[in-house]
């Protein structure tokens, strides 16, 4: 089983930063697609940043030059940092393992994290 931890929950002010960190554990030998996606809510689930095993970084078009991924894959984890924020960063923000390789089973799976409250006061 395949588990994502992530860390760095908050509540900040405007124009703040925050970093979250998820950490992926469990028996697997390879993760293809790491990602942060966020709900704001009553809203859909959308992406917000995502790194490749091969080092690709994609960014939704709102946190451009704000946010910054960066995955480290020998330590299973995926960082993201984000500046300047704004009131509608706010969101429940759920880490994403996509395209995963489990030592117990063929295939590929996708997993997600519990998901951690960020909140931008104005």
């Known amino acids: 089983q395949v588990q994502l931890v992530e860390s760095g929950r908050g509540l900040v002010q405007a124009g703040g930063s925050l970093r979250l960190l998820c950490a992926a554990t469990?028996?697997?030998?390879?993760?293809?697609?790491m990602g942060w996606y966020r709900q704001a809510p009553g809203k859909q689930r959308v992406l917000v940043a995502a790194s490749t095993s091969g080092g690709r970084t994609s960014y939704a078009d709102s946190v451009k030059g704000r946010f910054t991924i960066s995955r480290d894959n020998a330590k299973k984890s995926l960082l993201l940092e984000m500046n300047s924020l704004i009131p509608s960063d706010t969101a429940v923000y759920y880490c994403?393992?996509?395209?995963?390789?489990?030592?117990?089973?063929?295939?590929?799976?996708?997993?997600w994290g519990q998901g951690t409250q960020v909140t931008v006061a104005s």
């Open positions: 994403n393992a996509d395209g995963v390789r489990v030592n117990e089973a063929p295939g590929e799976y996708v997993y």
């Open positions: 469990g028996s697997f030998f390879s993760i293809n697609t």
